[in-house]
């Protein structure tokens, strides 16, 4: 390698672990979810095992995910703080992923400039560090993600044996499946797109295809029998889709087989020659559209949804948005390559999953999770887009890569969006001492109702059973109008269904989240202010609902 490619990645390295930092520091917890993780720790630093047994949290499949459990708990075995464990250990690993992402550049591109672009891009990438920087299962998901796809590009080389790499990507893709679902269906979703895309645009038939499909038809069989062995995945997760659970369980396995169809067409497949050729006129106008969707799609996150300036909002994500701008010129030479062309039929098979998740409408998946897992593969057309772009340069081909320079540092200053774009993320250290006084007062059988972040503090900290949000964002109506009547038809987690506490802090004024699907906005804290208050430290109150 040459010289300046180690400071360069270096460089990604710090800047991403800087980018994930920062909002660590802005609060006890990152992240809705972060205390009830918290809680499902504590269990296991209890018992010894994960609390799967009776679990009455918000996420009913979060204990089945051990990998991710069991790697952040490992600082905590060897003498650290549990709190401290669950907030570093999985944001730092994640920020790694930029080392991940650069041997995959380069796996595919053999381009150094690209490798370590995409890295830098990847550090500051808004979508990516916005949920890389949570202690979530999806974090760590990722990463075993960005390593399995590494292995099938590696071992899908035609040039050399690769035996090893198989194996190694056989070892990662299983252990993504006992870490996080979502991690593991974009796996097979990008690489059965990947596969299709490279068997129906190479010029010659690979002899590495069978093998390929057979390799992850394997990891998406055992994704289907561990998640039928689960009854919370069968209940909470396949019993919202329409069709049999044993027969949704099982459908991924449909990708790897239909990636196989484009061999039966023998020397009429297409040839990836015409394609560039079409590409390259076709590059500004689609790089405009790219933009422009892509610019709306990342309005669809729920927490970016209620930013109260549509203008600020757009004009802070424009770097990003810049980024997208780049896909169009990095497509065209990137179907020469086997790697390449499994990258962009990844990139449009995610683009479809992600229409078919909004048309149906689950509140357990959210479309907006697709962003975490589109970054890489953005970032790393967008990088093989500026490389590509220097041939437009003659005499001048250091302009891009200034300019692009110039886009990481615009990218790391609007990573992570102000308070005002994106509230209610940070749990801050005032709300402990509620959290402490609710363990204490509330007794067993009661049942406290909050939003989703202090639901999650109420049960992960305090040990109490929460409401969270109901099905839909059903107690919006009690929170914004003091509705009671919402409690006729509510059923908390935990089986429980008539609140005696409401819980609320001052952010809650700021931003509110109760359901996935909908906006963060604030309440009017006022609204409980006729009730018996029974705590008020300032900051926080808990008020006794009225039988």
Not at 26 to 31: D, E, K, N, P, T
Not at 415 to 441: C, F, H, K, R, V
Not at 516 to 537: C, E, K, V
Request: glycine share 10%; net charge negative; aromatic share 12%.
């Amino acid at each position: 390698m040459k010289r300046w490619v180690w400071p360069g990645l270096l460089c990604a390295v710090f800047l991403s672990m800087a980018m994930r930092i920062w909002p660590l520091t802005q609060g006890v917890f990152w992240g809705v979810d972060s205390a009830e993780y918290y809680g499902i720790l504590q269990g296991l630093q209890d018992t010894g095992a994960l609390p799967t047994a009776g679990y009455a949290g918000f996420g009913v499949t979060y204990p089945y995910f051990p990998g991710f459990f069991h790697v952040t708990f490992l600082p905590a075995v060897a003498g650290m703080d549990l709190l401290t464990s669950l907030r570093w250990t999985i944001p730092l690993l994640g920020s790694l992923s930029v080392l991940l992402a650069f041997l995959l550049a380069l796996e595919i591109t053999g381009d150094e400039r690209v490798a370590v672009l995409a890295s830098l891009f990847l550090a500051a990438f808004s979508p990516h560090v916005l949920q890389g920087a949570r202690p979530m299962p999806g974090t760590l998901g990722e990463i075993l993600m960005l390593a399995s796809i590494f292995f099938f590009v590696r071992a899908s080389k035609e040039d050399r044996d690769r035996g090893e790499c198989w194996a190694l990507f056989l070892i990662s893709g299983f252990a993504l499946v006992v870490t996080h679902h979502l991690s593991a269906l974009f796996l097979v979703v990008i690489l059965s797109g990947g596969m299709l895309m490279d068997n129906l645009f190479r010029e010659t038939e690979s002899p590495r295809a069978a093998i390929r499909a057979g390799m992850l038809l394997a990891i998406t069989a055992f994704m289907g029998m561990f998640w039928l062995s689960i009854s919370s995945f069968r209940s909470a997760i396949l019993g919202n889709l329409p069709g049999p659970p044993m027969l949704l369980a099982f459908l991924p396995c449909a990708g790897p087989i239909i990636a196989m169809a484009p061999l039966a067409l023998g020397e009429h497949r297409l040839g990836p020659g015409k394609m560039r050729r079409g590409w390259m006129r076709l590059s500004l106008p689609v790089g405009v559209v790219t933009a422009v969707v892509g610019g709306l799609g990342l309005d669809t996150l729920g927490y970016f949804a209620g930013a109260p300036d549509f203008l600020a909002l757009f004009l802070f994500m424009l770097p990003t948005v810049l980024v997208i701008c780049l896909l169009s010129p990095g497509i065209s030479p990137l179907l020469k390559d086997n790697g390449g062309r499994l990258l962009l039929g990844g990139l449009a098979a995610m683009c479809l999953s992600y229409i078919a998740i909004t048309y149906l409408d689950m509140e357990s998946f959210p479309p907006y999770r697709h962003f975490q897992y589109l970054s890489f593969i953005l970032v790393i057309v967008a990088a093989t887009g500026v490389i590509w772009a220097s041939l437009f340069f003659p005499g001048r081909r250091s302009v891009p890569g200034a300019l692009a320079v110039i886009l990481v540092i615009a990218l790391a200053f609007t990573a992570i969006p102000p308070q005002d774009i994106l509230p209610g993320q940070d749990t801050p250290s005032y709300d402990m001492a509620a959290a402490a006084w609710i363990g204490e007062n509330v007794p067993e059988e009661g049942l406290v109702a909050s939003d989703h972040r202090l639901s999650s503090l109420a049960y992960g900290v305090a040990g109490k059973d929460a409401t969270w949000g109901g099905a839909g964002g059903m107690l919006e109506p009690f929170f914004f109008e003091g509705d009671t009547s919402v409690f006729k038809d509510f059923v908390a987690p935990s089986g429980k269904t008539h609140p005696q506490y409401v819980y609320v802090d001052q952010k809650m004024g700021e931003a509110s989240l109760f359901s996935a699907q909908h906006t963060m906005i604030g309440i009017d804290l006022d609204i409980f202010s006729s009730y018996p208050r029974l705590y008020d430290d300032g900051a926080n109150s808990v008020y006794l609902i009225p039988a």
